[in-house]
């Protein structure tokens, strides 16, 4: 019997029923789980729905690094969450819901503060001015130049959700959701 080596991260951003079925059939990945993320105190899914306690509703990935790298795990939660969009995805509104990384191990912090600040920058054009600093022309385009609203940031705690919460969605597949998942399906082999 082989040990499989694996590591986990926290990903935040609208429904994490969504976000657990994205991350769900995902070459690589070994397994996942919905829950609140950095919570001030033990929880439930509807104190944290009312704003009654402080956490993120989000995902654990468990995965297998050997086969799934940490920067295509963040290319597709970004490529389903907005990353530019305040507390938020589709009709899931509030801070409970906002966009987030949270690493468990601190040699993942250099690699996600790498993405986000690449995601940031997009459409801003860097320069060297003055001294060799590096700042943004003038002449970039302001259309494209958005402000980051994703968090990256250690985790505290996961609590998992309540056992409905689990597999939500391939338990409802009628449920209605913001993610085009037929649409991602043909750009992410399931």
Known sequence: ????????????GGDFHELQEVFAHVPGVVSTCTGYINGDRDTTYADVAAGEVKAYMGVEVTYNPKKMDISQLLDLLFGVVNPYVPDGQGKARGEMYRAGVFYASAEDEPQVQL??????????????????????????????ARKLCAIAAPLENF????????DYL????????????DKLRAYVKF
């Open 1 to 12: 019997m082989s040990v499989v080596y694996t590591k986990k991260i926290y990903f935040s």
């Open 115 to 144: 993405h986000l600040n690449f995601i940031a920058n997009r459409g801003k054009a860097p320069v060297v001015g003055n001294a060799g600093l590096t700042v943004n022309d003038p002449n970039s385009n302001p259309k494209l």
């Open 159 to 166: 609590q998992p959700a309540e056992a409905e919460h689990q």
């Open 170 to 181: 391939a338990r409802h597949p009628e449920a209605e959701t913001y993610i085009d998942f």
